[in-house]
């Protein structure tokens, strides 16, 4: 794999991050009134998450994800860091056609809140626990139950404060994301993936940090980002680009199979 600064030739493109929520089309609030017996099903997989080239990743994940991914950061004028999961339309390589995430991989926090996310409400200014209503691992029959007696059980608790904090870290990373752009330290770039089995791909979209850029930042910015907590997740991303070579094997292996 090389990479190149610039633009043009065609290939696969990794888009800004979606707005919350990824993954939802059909959210409702989680109202024990309305669903008292709903029960979560954990082992019905990711298949939701099949389709998806990026997952958007929090502060404190980054050394996590590190070991499994590729991070990104991407384009435009809010940059923020993704988790490069696929990399081209044939989607997400690391969930299989059982829909399970492939084993000993870790799987993202935002993707482990799923089917529930945090909805604000401007009109009022409060913030509830909202699902995705036509989720296949909710129903009455199968499963550990949201509510018992009217109210949320500790899986429920459990999956709100996991929300919470997947959003204030991803709204952590996100800052730092800007700060970097800010200090003239990411740049755009492109990755030419040659394929072992034959073909080629062109990834475009996407923005990595400059490291001899690091050594122009002043102290007093430097001192500021420690304290913040950002310099482990810095040199993280630096550190991931070593699962490029993963994911490119990944990718011929399933170009293999279909190839048959």
């Excluded at 939701?48 to 590729?70: H, M, N």
């Excluded at 907590?229 to 293999?256: H, K, V």
Aim: glycine share 10%; aromatic share 8%; hydrophobic share 40%.
């Amino acid at each position: 794999m090389s990479q190149t600064n610039g633009s043009t030739p065609t290939g696969a493109q990794v888009t800004d991050a979606p707005q919350m929520p990824l993954f939802f089309t059909n959210v409702t609030g989680v109202n024990p009134a309305e669903a008292p017996e709903l029960r979560l099903d954990r082992d019905h997989g990711h298949g939701f998450a099949a389709k998806t080239q990026t997952v958007p990743i929090g502060l404190g994940e980054f050394d996590a994800a590190a070991r499994s991914y590729p991070i990104l950061y991407t384009t435009g004028p809010n940059p923020v860091p993704v988790a490069l999961v696929g990399l081209d339309g044939r989607g997400n390589l690391f969930v299989g056609p059982d829909s399970k995430w492939r084993a000993d991989t870790y799987i993202p926090a935002y993707v482990r809140c799923f089917p529930f996310v945090l909805i604000d409400d401007p009109a009022s200014g409060s913030t509830f626990i909202g699902m995705e209503a036509t989720a296949p691992c909710l129903g009455t029959a199968v499963g550990e139950r949201l509510f018992e007696d009217a109210k949320p059980t500790q899986l429920l608790n459990d999956a709100i404060g996991l929300c919470t904090t997947v959003r204030d870290n991803i709204a952590s990373a996100a800052a730092m994301a800007r700060a970097l752009a800010a200090e003239g330290l990411l740049e755009d770039e492109e990755a030419h993936v040659t394929f072992t089995g034959g073909g080629d791909l062109h990834i475009r979209g996407f923005q990595l940090l400059r490291t001899d850029r690091l050594d122009g930042v002043s102290d007093a910015t430097f001192l500021e980002w420690r304290r913040r907590g950002w310099l482990g997740p810095i040199y993280a991303q630096l550190y991931s680009s070593a699962q490029w070579s993963r994911l490119i094997d990944l990718a011929s292996a399933e170009r293999a199979a279909a190839a048959g």
